[in-house]
């Protein structure tokens, strides 16, 4: 493997010193007093030689680190309270260890910063053995739902371990793994009697392009307060907002959501994603002066049966959505649906589909195995509903659109936008108007945290209901009467086609 490769699966990022002592400054003015340090994963030592310094008063402070020389460079921290072993977390009996540690402990480090996903794509076996532990199922656990950090395992481990002792947990990782380890600490009911988050400049320190944070988590037995508190420095002066935990939920803004929460539950109306192929290349076609072209630049000339608009994610977010210039082969109507039919349907498609089949059989994901050829996923009656309300899942903006047919076909969306399946023009705009109402806008700000990689999701959009938001605005008697007529609604009067 090389260099670069080894660097990324062990997250090698030794932190700066002039880092590590103000992270160890900010702790001190906290007064905390910790009888014991650890870092689990001390790399050459900076932080806890730091912690060391700015806590005089620890009996005890424990390195750990998989790689033995860092482990070696970490002992020559010189100092006799200070032990350092070369261990692998996951096979580390930490049970054990924090058992016979003298309280407070404070768990202190920086653990690696990588995926799941990037370490299996470099055969790397640096991975707790049971690693799908949100118990993901079925398409989620196949797909990115389940991709986690393992700085997110590891901080989780920990924290449960920690639970019901006086500790601080302070670590620096992704914004992103800080957040999800407090939903689950919050929403497992751990004893966190305070938790702050304290941006920091990744790519000043680590030359990573990551919103990356200082996490504290002071863990008191018997006090359960479930918010945390946001700041833009390592240091008090920048507070920023709270977010925390309510409804069974992460909520972006406590104060906001406090507002608008009676807007919370399900809708009759359910989003859904757009369709997922895996091979764009091949399935998406633009429009040239020579006809329809595939990503590989061939000119393509096809029956129309299988072929859709479609619109891209920058395309809804950019408000480009007059006249799509690019069409979608959408191989089925429903998930699973046999496509040997296609080949008398529509002998061009197929054929055009068979000469490209090394793209769409090599597909890598697990989705596509056992299932009929060139399957497509996130497909369904609603993908050809003639009036969609869109939006963009992949960028930072909560446009909505309203699309209608386009040359009398369904506009489709990729698997980065998500969509409200309409009957009608009248119910797009009504629905539209709806959503772009200044409550449905609050209810969302309140909720989104705009620094996540992915902001917008399905399961954002569908807090809000539509019903409740409709009755507010006294247009409950319109709503009844689109939603009887949508057979993708739960209020559906004839035959439903939700599942
Ligand atoms: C981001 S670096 C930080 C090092 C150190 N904590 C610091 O702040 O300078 C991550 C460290 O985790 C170590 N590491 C990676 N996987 C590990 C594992 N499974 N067990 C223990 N240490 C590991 C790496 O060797 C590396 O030193």
Request: with cysteine.
């Amino acid at each position: 493997m090389s260099k670069k490769a080894t660097k990324t699966e062990f997250g090698d990022f030794q932190t700066p010193k002039a880092l590590a002592s103000e992270v160890c400054r900010l702790l001190a003015s906290r007064r905390l007093c910790p009888a014991s340090i650890v870092e689990p994963t001390c790399g050459r030592g900076s932080i806890l030689s730091a912690a060391l310094q700015a806590f005089p008063g620890a009996a005890i402070g424990l390195g750990f680190d998989i790689n033995p020389a860092y482990a070696a460079e970490c002992r020559q921290v010189n100092d006799l309270r200070c032990s350092v072993r070369a261990a692998d977390f996951f096979a580390t009996n930490w049970r054990s260890i924090l058992a016979d540690l003298p309280e407070p402990i404070l768990v202190i480090g920086n653990p690696p910063w990588v995926t799941n996903a990037a370490l299996s794509s470099l055969g790397s076996v640096n991975l707790p053995v049971k690693s799908n532990f949100h118990g993901y199922r079925g398409f989620d656990a196949k797909t990115g739902k389940s991709n986690f950090d393992i700085s997110e395992w590891m901080l989780l481990h920990l924290l449960e371990l920690l639970n019901g002792r006086r500790a601080t947990l302070a670590m620096l990782c992704k914004t992103m793994v800080a957040r999800k380890v407090l939903q689950h600490a919050w929403k497992h009911g751990f004893d966190i009697g305070r938790a702050e988050i304290h941006r920091i400049d990744a790519t000043a320190h680590f030359n990573a392009a990551v919103d990356a944070c200082l996490f504290c988590c002071y863990v008191e037995p018997g006090k359960r307060t479930v918010s945390c508190q946001t700041y833009e420095a390592l240091d008090d002066s920048s507070k920023r907002h709270t977010f925390g935990y309510d409804d069974g939920r992460l909520v972006a803004d406590i104060e906001a959501y406090s507002q608008w929460r009676h807007l919370l539950g399900e809708s009759p109306y359910r989003w859904r994603s757009g369709v997922k192929h895996d091979c764009s290349k091949v399935m998406e076609l633009s429009e040239a002066e020579s006809g329809l072209r595939n990503g590989f630049g061939e000119t393509v000339n096809l029956e129309p049966e299988y072929l859709f608009p479609m619109l891209k994610s920058s395309e809804l977010a950019n408000g480009r959505t007059g006249a799509p210039r690019r069409w979608m082969i959408v191989t089925q109507q429903e998930i699973g649906q046999e496509t040997k039919q296609i080949e008398a349907a529509a002998p061009k498609t197929w054929h055009y589909l068979t000469a490209h089949a090394d793209y769409l059989d090599k597909r890598g994901s697990s989705i596509y195995r056992k299932r009929p050829r060139f399957s497509v996923f996130g497909v369904g009656d609603y993908t050809f509903a003639p009036w969609k309300i869109a939006v963009s899942g992949f960028y930072k903006s909560l446009r909505f659109a309203r699309l209608g047919p386009f040359q009398e076909r369904p506009v489709v969306l990729d698997d980065t936008g998500y969509l409200l399946p309409c009957t009608s023009q009248q119910e797009a705009e009504f629905l539209y108007e709806l959503l772009v109402s200044e409550p449905a806008r609050q209810f969302y700000s309140s909720l989104i945290f705009w620094d996540a990689k992915r902001p917008i999701t399905t399961d954002l959009l569908c807090a809000l209901n539509l019903d409740k938001l409709a009755a507010e605005s006294g247009l409950n008697k319109p709503f009844n009467e689109f939603c009887r007529s949508n057979p993708w609604t739960t209020k559906s009067a004839g035959p439903r086609l939700f599942d």
